[in-house]
């Protein structure tokens, strides 16, 4: 147990729609604003008096920029959390550590990103810091470097590859419940599925996480003022960050390689938190891509390489009945992807009651950060009968 | 010499790896290891994270090892668009046993026949090129 179990909540939600990339009505920044002000009026707060600007990965739209345009009072903390989508829900972590400490009192964690005003968003997030070992030798993208690791998870320990087919059907069929998802006229059947265009073997097109244009961001408070204010609290029971050693930037050089890089930081979340996979209601699973989601399972110690293929099942992922309801909304792949961001909002709203795919009395929810990453970190939150 | 690679620098991860591209430039396949406690070091780096030396050695092995991994690119990328005629092509993983299990990427050139995690490959040394972004590259055969 740690000094930051259950010190700090999440106490407003706010969200722009999920444009299509390079379609965003406004620039990258104005998004954010948007962003940040709908989750102060969800939390019932004066924008004004966000003290603390916390965000990760590539993200530009820093405090000092933002402030003007809320009306800042004071900034007292600002952060960024390194590293790509593993970053989240790392960012929570620190934010709950400057509250712990006193250095800040209300702290926004967001992330903002628009194609217009930056440039293309596969490109973005790699932060031109890809090797020269990979560039010379045809690779880019994730979702190459990715599926990689998928295909020896798959060919070397024998994961069954129908279990990347569900996570894809999992989130496109919570997506058809979700009006504000990107992906909710898509009825992915094993048929389309299948007959979806390669991208990098062992990943057919739906294996593939979105690119939107959007802004997320959430409000962090101590517990204590959280009590005290309009919306249910989601706390932050743990969110570890960090990597083991053997991982890092290690050119594909990772030992052990092939499923999220998730061992330690669940590990330690477990212990943290004071609860293990079978104690959690509902969780929201980053996924860049399915295999990477896969391996998020397996890492966070909800199934073995052995039975994934018994327990990674339509039916045991789906809300409300399955075992272990995941990405609700629809997640990376189905709903849209603002690097991550919506999974912490979906992950608030379950323990509110406000998904549009709600596990009845949910009281643990889990989200992931981005696997594979060189670094990364995941996040249990809780209500207040879990602290 | 003027190397290739050099003129046509790409900054980007560690960047610690400059002897290995000077090797391919010169036919030879090198991979690091630290000076004082002979411990491979790859990708390379600046400093031993076993022993604390900062003394690499270069040494040159037998382009040899098996896949440990592979995948097959159907599309191309943004960054990698030299290589859209090649389209669809194969990346591997290889595992080095000479250099205790070092992975090395590169192109699988030749037949696909046998493509498998484990299959044992041979290294063939390329002059830079175009697609390789002006830099020397080592491709992989199946040993059939």
């Avoid at chain 1, 030992?255 to 509902?282: F, H």
């Avoid at chain 2, 859209?84 to 026949?113: F, H, K």
């Amino acid at each position: 147990m740690t000094k930051l179990r259950g010190a700090a909540a999440i106490v407003g939600i706010g969200q722009t729609p999920y444009y299509k990339r390079a379609s965003a009505p406004d620039p990258e920044i104005k998004l954010a604003l948007r962003a940040i002000v709908a989750a102060c009026d969800d939390a019932g707060i004066n924008p004004r008096d966000v003290d603390g600007f916390i965000s990760y990965a590539s993200e530009r739209n820093d405090a000092q920029k933002l402030m003007p345009a809320l009306g800042t009072r004071e900034v007292k903390f600002a952060a960024l959390t390194w590293i790509h989508g593993g970053g989240i829900p790392g960012a929570l972590s620190i934010a709950a550590s400057a509250i712990a400490a006193g250095q800040a009192e209300t702290i926004v964690v967001y992330r903002a990103m628009a194609e217009s005003s930056t440039q293309r968003l596969r490109v973005m997030v790699a932060q031109d810091d890809t090797a020269a070992q990979y560039l010379v030798n045809g690779l880019e993208s994730p979702a190459q470097i990715l599926a990689l690791r998928s295909q020896r998870m798959i060919e070397a320990d024998g994961v069954p590859a129908s279990t990347l087919k569900v996570m894809a059907q999992v989130a496109y069929y919570h997506a058809r419940n979700n009006p504000g998802a990107y992906g909710r006229n898509t009825v992915l059947d094993d048929e389309t599925y299948d007959n979806a265009r390669w991208i990098s073997e062992p990943f057919r097109l739906f294996d593939c996480s979105r690119e939107n244009d959007g802004a997320s961001a959430v409000i962090v408070t101590s517990a204590a003022r959280a009590r005290h204010l309009a919306k249910k609290p989601a706390y932050i029971l743990s969110a570890p960050m960090g990597t083991l050693a053997g991982g890092g930037a290690l050119e594909e050089n990772i030992r052990p390689y092939s499923r999220a890089g998730q061992l330690g930081v669940a590990t330690r979340m477990w212990a943290e938190s004071g609860y293990g996979p079978k104690d959690v209601d509902v969780a929201q699973i980053y996924q860049n891509m399915t295999g990477l989601g896969v391996g998020a399972l397996l890492d966070h110690g909800f199934c073995t390489a052995e039975n994934a293929g018994e327990f990674i099942t339509f039916d045991n992922l789906i809300a409300p009945t399955g075992k272990l309801p995941v990405n609700t909304s629809g997640g990376d792949l189905a709903e849209g992807f603002i690097h991550g961001m919506g999974l912490v909002t979906e992950a608030v709203r379950q323990l509110r009651g406000d998904s549009v795919n709600q596990v009845p009395n949910a009281k643990l929810s889990l989200m992931t950060g981005g696997p594979g990453d060189t670094m990364t970190s995941t996040g249990l939150l809780g209500t207040e009968e879990t602290l | 010499m003027d190397y290739s690679y050099a003129k046509h620098k790409i900054n980007g991860g560690i960047g610690a790896d400059d002897q290995f591209w000077q090797g391919l430039e010169h036919n030879e396949f090198r991979l690091s290891r630290c000076n004082s406690c002979k411990n491979w070091t790859w990708p390379a780096h600046y400093r031993c994270g076993n022993c604390g030396g900062w003394e690499m050695e270069w040494v040159a092995l037998p382009p040899e090892g098996t896949i440990y991994t592979w995948t097959r690119s159907w599309y191309a990328f943004d960054r990698v668009k030299e290589r859209a005629v090649d389209v669809p092509y194969v990346t591997v993983v290889v595992e080095i046993p000479a250099a205790a299990g070092a992975r090395v990427m590169g192109i699988l050139e030749g037949s696909e026949q046998g493509l498998k995690i484990g299959a044992p490959v041979r290294g063939l040394i390329k002059p830079p090129s175009e697609k390789t972004k002006h830099y020397p590259s080592i491709v992989w055969q199946i040993q059939q």
